[in-house]
């Protein structure tokens, strides 16, 4: 049996669970969040949620593990929220924001200005001596990598100086310049 998808989910108080027609649907104090779902059961009992397959082919084991971890990464999203820090390493490098506006000064001639889905809050940190980081905070766990993936990928880390934008931990791989 898979070990992801045994494993039951707790409901944590506040958060509200609601399963109707292929439909799983959590509301907590940061947001709602719906997921469909398909040919795996979900059953709900004393604030714990378990999931069970009806057979062991290849596809529903992938399915298993799949909506399980979707489930948990909802309720934790709804109670919690998830969030994600992307540090800008170059010279010159910026980053501001105005409401849901962020504006990115990463080395080419002109500045990058990017309109952040509403349920994304963005906060940018400039402090003397370090480099800039953007913060973005969210209850969709899906939403927040997929915007911070976007704002990584306009210049992603090269290998030999380590410039570009990257996420905080994150380590790259270095590589000897041409004199080595």
Do not use: C
Request: hydrophobic share 35%.
């Amino acid at each position: 049996m898979s070990r992801i998808g045994k494993n039951p989910i707790t409901v944590p108080e506040g958060v509200t669970v609601e399963i109707k027609d292929n439909m799983i649907t959590a509301k907590g104090k940061l947001g709602e969040l719906t997921q469909e779902y398909s040919e795996i059961e979900i059953k709900m009992e004393d604030g714990t949620i378990t999931l069970e397959r009806s057979s062991d082919k290849k596809d529903l084991r992938a399915k298993h593990g799949l909506y399980r971890a979707l489930i948990a990464n909802m309720i934790e999203g709804v109670s919690k929220g998830w969030t994600k820090e992307l540090e800008m390493v170059g010279v010159g490098y910026r980053a501001s924001n105005q409401g849901q506006k962020l504006d990115l000064a990463v080395g080419f001639s002109h500045n990058i200005v990017l309109d952040i889905a509403p349920e994304v809050t963005v906060e940018t940190i400039s402090e003397k001596g370090k480099n800039p980081r953007v913060k973005l905070t969210s209850f969709d766990k899906q939403l927040v990598g997929q915007v911070a993936a976007k704002i990584r990928g306009f210049r992603r880390p090269e290998p030999y100086k380590g410039k570009g934008i990257k996420f905080v931990g994150e380590e790259i791989r270095r590589k000897a310049g041409k004199s080595a």
